[in-house]
Each structure stands twice: as C-alpha cells, then as structure tokens.
C-alpha cells in the first residue's frame, strides 16, 4: 500500500518535471523569436535554434520517463 503512493508520488514529480521542462522549451522560443524580431539572428538561425531545443527536450523528458521506470521496478522489488 505504502509502495504503491510512492509510485503515485513519484509519477506526479516525473510529470510536474516534465512541465518545467516544456516551460524551459517554451521560454528559449520565445526568445528565439524576439532575436528574430530585433533581426539579431536569421529565419534559418531561428528555425535551426527551436530544432536544438526540442531534441534537447525530448532527451531530458525521455531521461525523466527512465529515471521514473527504474524507481517503480524499485519500490516494487521489495
């Protein structure tokens, strides 16, 4: 029983996690576009910038779903 609210409390940082992450995503675009605004970057600087951020994001969130697998096949040994 205790095991298993672990399990929810550890789904929940994994998921409150990942929302910062996409925050983090969402705060580096905007500044991409306000560079691209103030013509500090090109169209190609800029689409090329958003690339990197979200491979940068799907390999932090894909860490985040493995940290999380490995802490429920942990609490679920005992």
Known sequence: ?????????????AENTKVSIRNVRREG???LKEFLKEKEIS???ERQGEEEIQKL???FVEKVDAALE?????LLEF
């Open 57 to 59: 994001t799907d390999l």
């Open 43 to 45: 169209e190609d600087e």
């Open 1 to 13: 029983e205790t095991r298993k609210e672990f399990i929810k409390k550890a789904k929940s940082d």
């Open 70 to 74: 490995a802490k429920e096949k942990d």
């Open 29 to 31: 675009n905007s500044q």
